[in-house]
């Protein structure tokens, strides 16, 4: 009698550690998503907002697309809060499930995407004030490169990493527990999320090919036109094909981001041209029906991509040493970081004629490094979403 108690009682235990994950994994997954769409508000207000300040110019701070990017900081960020803040409450009721998560300062538990986001949110929303301080000191139209515009972007990027942490820490805990159908959706949201990451950073390399970020040494000058694409890509693309098991997933990563710029072409000159006529302003540069942005998106990732794909797959039937894989990769994905634009189809002969031989050179070489740089990050990147909070890693670690 007492054996079967027992069983009954362990069954039980079990059943309600199943259920405890279930809730776990399914709050990250669906929060993992918010944090994902806050950050595609994000890069379509700022696609709104560089369209803004071409045509209309920065008449105040609160203007429509500033306000679209704050809904995008504010949806991450209570994303990321409400995900640390529930899981915190769970963990102490089951202690359990402290070991399906991360802590911090020996308070707070939850997924370490969670922590990313959400530091990332706060980050982006603390350069918002100072950056409105920055522009009444330097006047309305300066750089994208601007400290708190790098500040307010890349804490978006990094927000839409952290919810791909997020959705694959999800889907390993589903694994564990045999609910294989909720695989393939937290896969499909990193891919997404990986998309919107390139879909960020793009907005850095709009002003890479400009003489006034050339770097000029005296005897040479050289421009990092090839080294922040380079690097950017290479690591988005090794990264999301070391983390999925799809074989076109740096390609469909691609095909994602095309399709947002897309999508900024076929709303921000309406958004614009309704709120003009509503605000009673006029456009400084006439009538323009295209996103001025999505012409200064590159054109060639895609090549890069598929490079990737195909390199990766066939050094896994070759045995090909992990050194051998990322120098074949850094070097043939260089393709796909060539300047060509809508705007600027010839961007990269322009650029060769006025850095010199010796410079075009030194800028190709460290356009190469910075792929190298990208697929060796992007390596690790892949292995620790592949690993995040991980039941059976987790148990190789304690055995």
Known sequence: MAKALGKTDALNNSFAQTRSI??????????????????????????????????????????????????????????GLAAVLIETFWARRNPQLVQNSTGFADTFHGSLG??????????????FPLDAYWH????????????????????????ALGAAYMLMSATNL?????????????????????????????????????????????????SVFMLLPALIGTWTFVSVKNTLPWRWSATTVVIIYYLFAIIVDLYVPRATSFLMLTEGLTSRRGNVGVAILTFDWPLLPILAALVIDITTR?????????????????????????PLTLFNPTIFLRLASRLGIAGFIVSLLLGWGGALLGAWFGQRTGTALQQVESPAVQQVEEA
């Open 314 to 338: 066939f050094a896994q039937k070759r045995n090909w040493s992990m050194k051998r894989l990322l120098l074949t990769e850094a070097t043939l994905a260089l393709i796909g970081f060539i």
């Open 174 to 222: 589903a694994v564990s527990a045999g609910v294989q159908r909720m695989v393939r959706v937290g896969y499909t949201g990193t891919v997404v999320a990986f998309a919107i990451v390139q879909c960020a950073l793009t907005f850095f390399l709009i002003e890479a090919p400009s003489s006034n970020h050339f770097i000029q040494l005296g005897f040479i000058t050289i």
């Open 114 to 127: 969670a922590y990313v986001v959400g530091f990332a949110a706060l980050n982006s929303a603390i350069a």
């Open 136 to 159: 009444s000191l330097y006047g309305i139209d300066v750089s994208i490169w601007a400290p708190f515009h790098l500040m307010i972007i890349l804490g978006m990027g990094i927000v």
């Open 22 to 79: 279930h809730a776990v994994w399914t709050l990250r997954m669906t929060l993992g998503y918010v944090a994902l769409l806050g950050s595609l508000i994000f890069v379509l207000g700022t696609s709104w907002d560089v369209q803004w300040h071409l045509l209309i110019g920065r008449d105040r701070t609160l203007i429509p697309p500033h306000l679209m990017m704050l809904t995008g900081v504010a949806v991450s960020g209570f994303a």
